[in-house]
């Protein structure tokens, strides 16, 4: 599986409160989305003190060692076969 270790690239749509799904069906029956637009995100802790945490953004059934978060969806749409990785530092 290929990753880009980048900032997510595509604007998240998640629930009514603004929070990430808790569930890839809760996703597609608020959003009405086709399934390849559906992103799984998982927290995990970074052994870089300058990294406060990484979010790692995939398939919906992906799963990284770490916290899974949730989901959100986008307009684009999944390879199934693409992971973006995002760095979140340390303020």
Not at 34 to 57: C, G, H, K, L, M
Request: hydrophobic fraction near 35%; charge should be negative.
């Amino acid at each position: 599986m290929g990753a880009y270790f980048t900032e997510f690239p595509f604007e998240e749509v998640r629930n009514p409160q603004g929070d990430y799904f808790l569930t890839a069906e809760d996703a597609l029956a608020v959003t009405r989305c086709q399934p390849n637009q559906i992103w799984s995100v998982t927290i995990s802790e970074s052994e870089n003190p300058n990294i406060r945490d990484i979010f790692t953004y995939g398939p919906a059934d992906y799963r990284r060692l770490g916290y899974h978060a949730g989901y959100v969806v986008t307009v684009e749409k999944h390879d199934n076969n693409t992971l973006y990785v995002e760095n979140i530092m340390e303020e």
